[in-house]
């Protein structure tokens, strides 16, 4: 900060030196000038005078007095004299240019110091509490080496698994509801912000690592270590006509449900859609208000055994299960 108070110092004076020059040949300098060199004439001719009343009295000492004052006169009129010749004459060309130069050179030093000041301060990529110092003030560092670390209490990601069978599914971006043990009853709405290109295969069992981030309302804060359960989107349906799954009967290729049609049981043939653990999308064969009939809870649905073996190409359509639970944090 000093160098560059100093800096702006040294510029400030060159830039009032030029001024200085430039407006010496106005008019209103030349009149003043003007004024001076009068004022210098009547002090001189008042000074003559004295002295030829001094010359025809006979006192020395005096004449010599005067005679000083009358030779300091005449210079200082020959000063002013000359000082509004040049005034008139107006600025000497190099002199002009040397001020100029003088400016330019203090402007550059002043920009230097500026630059190397900004070149001085790290500014962090986002607001933040700063929780690991590793350097102190006048210690040398290696380049790329840590030297603090600063933590965006703001965004929380959560770290889990999903299956291999289902991470295809699983895109950048994809919407994800989150639940908290420390928020019981509480959705979390996030996305997915990064998935793994290798796999973690822990016992024979292949799963991708993905993380969420989680959109906090306002005023929220989270610990870091949380646990926490997602259920990721990979597919969405809206203003669509579901069944539940265990409502199927038929084949894989030619799946039926079973409606009640006056006072009847009649096997329709439907054309199926996305389908989570529970719901299946029906997108042809019956519409809304119809009557559907299943089996009960731990009965044998059909022959082919439909309901208990459904499961629809992706998984869990609807909503994925994220991993069991996975640890909270901060970025």
């Not at 000074?47 to 005067?66: H, R």
């Not at 000041?117 to 102190?136: H, K, M, Q, R, Y």
């Not at 054309?271 to 009960?296: A, H, K, P, R, T």
């Not at 309901?307 to 609807?318: H, L, V």
């Amino acid at each position: 900060m000093a160098q560059i108070e100093l800096a702006k110092s040294n510029w400030q004076t060159a830039k009032d030196d030029l001024e200085d020059v430039k407006s010496a040949s106005e008019p209103t300098v030349i009149e003043n000038q003007r004024n001076q060199v009068g004022l210098a004439t009547a002090i001189l001719a008042d000074a003559q005078v004295e002295l030829d009343l001094l010359e025809s009295g006979g006192d020395l000492v005096a004449l010599e007095t005067k005679l000083l004052e009358v030779e300091v006169a005449r210079l200082n009129l020959a000063e002013k004299e000359q000082e509004l010749a040049d005034l008139i004459q107006g600025p000497d060309t190099l002199d002009l240019a040397v001020t100029q130069a003088k400016v330019v050179t203090a402007q550059a030093a002043l920009t230097h110091a500026e630059d190397r000041l900004t070149d001085s301060v790290i500014t962090a990529p986002w607001e933040g509490v700063i929780t690991f110092i590793n350097a102190e003030a006048g210690q040398s560092i290696n380049a790329n080496t840590p030297i603090m670390e600063i933590v965006d209490t703001s965004v929380v990601e959560i770290d889990g698994v999903v299956d291999e069978i289902d991470v295809l599914f699983v895109q950048l971006g994809s919407s994800a509801l989150v639940t908290m043990d420390a928020l019981p009853g509480e959705f979390l709405q996030g996305e997915v912000s990064f998935i793994a290109t290798e796999p973690d295969t822990q016992q024979g069992v292949v799963s991708f690592p993905i993380r969420i981030l989680i959109s906090l309302p306002q005023g929220l804060e989270l610990p870091e270590g949380l646990s926490a359960v997602a259920n990721v989107v990979i597919r969405e349906d809206r203003g669509v006509l579901m069944v539940p799954i265990n409502s199927l009967y038929g084949s894989f290729d030619e799946p039926t449900v079973r409606v009640v049609e006056n006072g009847q049981v009649k096997d329709v043939p439907v054309v199926l859609g996305n389908s989570d653990d529970f719901w299946i999308v029906v997108n042809e064969g019956i519409s809304e208000g119809d009557l559907v009939i299943m089996e009960s809870e731990g009965s044998q649905s059909s022959q082919f055994n439909f309901g208990g073996n459904f499961r629809a190409i992706g998984g869990f359509t609807g909503g994925g299960g994220f991993g069991g639970r996975g640890g909270g944090g901060r970025r």
